[in-house]
C-alpha cells in the first residue's frame, strides 16, 4: 500500500504579476506541508492568471521564473509541488511562439514533469494563443501513479479513460469560471467515478483583473475518491484542502466493482 497526503492550494492570483503571486502562495505551501501533505497543488496560470493574448502577458521559456519557483518549494520542503505557467516550448518555430498552457510537477530532487494542456478552450479563442499539447502524461509519485490534466481538458473524459488504468490520481488545476460552476463539480465527481481513481481539482478565487472583473471564479475545489464521496471542498476564499489518499482503495475499489474490465 501507498499513503499520500494531498494539499489542493485555494488561492486568488495577482494579474501578470508573478513577484506578487510567489510571495503570496509561498506561506500557503509552507502551511501545507507544515500540515503533512507530500503533494501539493497550486491552480492554473498560478503566477500570472490567465492573460493569454492580453496586454502585458509576457509567456516564459521552459524552465523559466514560475518552474524555478515550483522548483525551489520542492527541494526546500521535500515535497512534490505543481501548478500551471505559460511557457513556450523549446521546439516551437520561431514564426509562432504561442506558449503552451504547461502543467509543471516539481519534485523534491530537482525533476520536472510537464503536461501541456492539450484542449485550448476555443469557446473564448484560446488557440489563437495557446500551442494545444499533444502527449498525455502519468508520474511515479510515492508509489501513487498520478496522471496530469488543466482545467478544459476535464470535459474530455475518453483521455481519462486511456490513462484510467495506469492512473491512481488525476491533477486538474484551473481557472474554471463562477457562471460554470455546477459543470466543474459534476465532471470533477463523474471523472472520479467512471475511472475508480482520486481526482483533485484546484480552482482559482476572485476576479480576473486583466479582464475588468467580468469573469470570476468561485474556487469549488475539490479531492474526490474513486467511489465519488467528496473528501474535502470549499468555495470563494482562499484556503488549503487536505486528503489523505491511498493506493489500496483504488485497488479495493476495482476489484469490488470490475466496471473497468466491461469498457469496450
Not at 499513503?3 to 501578470?16: E, F, K, M, T
Not at 483583473?209 to 468561485?218: C, D, F, N, R, V
Amino acid at each position: 500500500m501507498s499513503a499520500l497526503r494531498v494539499a489542493a492550494i485555494q488561492h486568488d492570483i495577482v494579474w501578470n504579476d508573478r513577484d506578487a503571486n510567489f510571495e503570496h502562495v509561498a506561506p500557503m505551501i509552507r502551511g501545507a506541508v507544515t500540515s503533512g501533505a507530500g503533494l501539493v497543488l497550486l491552480t492554473e496560470t498560478f503566477s500570472t492568471g490567465f492573460g493569454f493574448g492580453s496586454d502585458g502577458f509576457e509567456p516564459e521559456p521552459t524552465g523559466g521564473v514560475s518552474s524555478q519557483f515550483l522548483g525551489a518549494q520542492a527541494r526546500e520542503h521535500g515535497v512534490w509541488v505543481g501548478g500551471s505557467c505559460p511557457e513556450i516550448h523549446p521546439d516551437a518555430p520561431a514564426d509562432d511562439q504561442r506558449p503552451s498552457n504547461c502543467f509543471v510537477l516539481a519534485g523534491p530532487d530537482g525533476t520536472q514533469h510537464r503536461y501541456r494542456k492539450i484542449h485550448p478552450f476555443s469557446h473564448a479563442g484560446e488557440e489563437q494563443h495557446v500551442r494545444a499539447g499533444t502527449e498525455l502524461v502519468t508520474v511515479d509519485i510515492e508509489g501513487f501513479r498520478v496522471s496530469m490534466f488543466v482545467c478544459y481538458d476535464l470535459r474530455f473524459a475518453d483521455e481519462f479513460w486511456q490513462l484510467a488504468l495506469h492512473t491512481d490520481l488525476y491533477l486538474v488545476p484551473a481557472n474554471w469560471p463562477e457562471k460554470r460552476r455546477e459543470h466543474w463539480s459534476a465532471l470533477l465527481a463523474a471523472r472520479a467515478i467512471e475511472n475508480q481513481a482520486y481526482i483533485v481539482g484546484v480552482n482559482r478565487v476572485g476576479a480576473a483583473g486583466g479582464e475588468g472583473g467580468t469573469l470570476t471564479y468561485a474556487g469549488d475545489s475539490r479531492i474526490v475518491d474513486p467511489l465519488g464521496e467528496l473528501l474535502a471542498t470549499a468555495s470563494r476564499t482562499e484556503t488549503i484542502l487536505l486528503a489523505d489518499l491511498s493506493t489500496d482503495h483504488v485497488a479495493a475499489t476495482r476489484a469490488h466493482f470490475q466496471f473497468l474490465q466491461d469498457r469496450r
